[in-house]
Nanobody
Framework: QVQLVESGGGLVQTGGSLRLSCAAS????????MAWFRQAPGKERDFVAG???????RYIDSVKGRFTISRVNARNTVYLQMNSLKPEDTAVYYC????????????????????WGQGTQVTVSS
């Protein structure tokens, strides 16, 4: 069992920045690929960024160059630094853990992720 707790969401103006944190407890954090998903009202939960067990990263096109995902295994924490925020980034952001066996794989389907945090709201005003 892995417990995930997100923090760092809030209200920010267009062009502003936020850093989301996801603290994990339970099983060995380094054994999981980690990802951030987001869900806007009335929409499905979508992959935003992921980081493999080895530290490689993957992003959706709309956040490339603006968002950075990172992990610190010694702290059991994954981060999402979000810069140049836009109103279309408004959503509830979820942290998720994937017990994938490969050190290099980053999957983008929410069905592959076994553990989820409770979510944190990010609102970008225009």
């Amino acid at each position: 069992q892995v417990q995930l707790v997100e923090s760092g969401g809030g209200l920010v103006q267009t062009g502003g920045s936020l850093r989301l944190s996801c603290a994990a407890s339970g099983r060995t954090f380094s054994n999981y690929a980690m990802a951030w998903f987001r869900q806007a009202p009335g929409k499905e939960r979508d992959f935003v960024a992921g980081i493999s067990r080895s530290g490689s990263t993957r992003y959706i096109d709309s956040v490339k160059g603006r968002f950075t995902i990172s992990r610190v295994n010694a702290r059991n924490t994954v981060y999402l630094q979000m810069n140049s925020l836009k109103p279309e980034d408004t959503a509830v952001y979820y942290c998720a853990a994937d017990p994938v066996s490969s050190r290099y794989t980053i999957r983008d389907s929410p069905d592959e992720y076994e553990y989820w945090g409770q979510g944190t709201q990010v609102t970008v005003s225009s």
